[in-house]
């Protein structure tokens, strides 16, 4: 009698040195089954991947610990929180999301420096003011201002332009960012960001900002400005309704493309447009309607410097990922179909 690899219920559980392996005792007949289907070699012993009924409790146990006002306080979101009335809001999370990148603390102050110019009502503001004016205006109290790529001159730009597509479509942008009945759900957003890069000057801070999901680009801050904007539980405010929260992408940064490899939720190593769908794919397998309800905390457990990477007992006991993450392991994480 030998071991041979066997996936699915019928599976033995075999735990040396505590970690887990799946196994099945078969005959010596039965050997060249599996061997012609190289599923393993005879007596080897395979770890487990993770069944969709664990991961799911385990990422429902982080946002358990990260879903807090605490963290909120580490997110651009509550400066646009800050605002009561929902256009000003979109106001505020259209430079937020936009700013969104670079260190937290120094890049919520330059967020809030940008929007002071606006007072209390940034979208009544924008909206009374003729363009010539506005332009002026914002032009000499934005001049210094400057947050890494972004400079003063490109968030007028920037503010300019949200006045212009608000304009057309009489509120806000939810219209220039809704596809077509029989157009992919990319389709309005790739179709605005070149109409934007047509229209806006050419400079660093432009470009950043612009990225084309049809280019194969993960487009972070269009994502995270659209999750802001739609979904309507905590802490996202849901003024748009028109785009269900199930076509929404993933906002792929840096935090949630490494723990999402460790827990298998992408085996991707480029951050890009493809990674972000794949991790949002895993996602729907967990909450159908509501995919980037985990988004704010697998961000966050890395935004607050608590994922040190590899996982160890003692730096890890907290983490509610635990039992289910591979960093440093050589294995690949895997979520059982
Ligand atoms: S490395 Fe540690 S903290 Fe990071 S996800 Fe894995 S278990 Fe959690």
Redesign the pocket.
């Known amino acids: 009698m030998r071991l041979y690899l066997q996936k699915g219920p019928r599976a033995a559980i075999h735990k040396p040195n505590g970690k887990a392996f799946a196994y099945i005792v078969i005959s010596d007949k039965r050997r060249g089954f599996f061997a012609n289907r190289g599923l393993a070699a005879p007596g080897t012993l395979v770890p487990m991947g993770t069944s969709i009924f664990i991961l799911k409790s385990r990422l429902d146990g982080l946002c358990a610990q990260y879903d807090t006002d605490l963290a909120l306080g580490k997110d651009p979101l509550s400066v646009v929180l800050g605002y009561p009335e929902p256009l000003d809001r979109e106001v505020a999370a259209f430079v937020a999301a936009h700013l969104a990148y670079g260190r937290v603390d120094p890049m919520i102050r330059a967020v809030r420096a940008i929007l002071v110019p606006l007072g209390d009502r940034p979208a009544k503001r924008l909206r009374e003011g003729t363009e010539a004016m506005l332009r002026e205006d914002l032009t000499r109290a934005l001049g210094p201002w400057a947050w890494r790529f972004h400079t003063g001159p490109d968030l007028v730009a920037w503010l300019l332009a949200w006045k212009r597509l608000d304009g057309e479509s009489g509120q806000g942008l939810e219209a220039h960012l809704l596809p077509g009945p029989e157009e992919a759900s990319d389709s309005a957003l790739s179709r605005l960001v070149q109409r934007l890069r047509r229209e806006l000057p050419a400079s660093r801070g432009t470009r950043f900002s612009l990225p084309d999901p049809a280019e194969g680009a993960a487009c972070k801050r269009w994502r995270m400005f659209l999750r802001w904007m739609v979904r309507p539980s905590w802490p996202d405010l849901g003024l748009w309704t028109r785009l269900s929260p199930d076509r929404l992408i993933i906002p792929l940064d840096t935090h949630v493309a490494?723990?999402s490899r460790?827990?298998g939720l992408t085996h991707r190593a480029t951050p890009d447009g493809k990674m972000a769908r794949e991790i949002t794919d895993a996602l729907l397998r967990l909450d159908p309607a509501d995919p980037l309800r985990y988004d704010f905390a697998l961000s966050h457990?890395?935004i607050l410097g608590?994922?040190?990477?590899?996982?160890?007992r003692n730096?890890?006991a907290?983490?509610?990922?635990?039992s289910v993450?591979?960093?440093?392991s050589e294995s690949a994480a895997r979520i059982l179909s």
């Open positions: 490494r723990v460790f827990i457990l890395g608590d994922c040190p990477g590899v996982r160890k730096t890890c907290g983490c509610a990922l635990y993450c591979r960093a440093g």
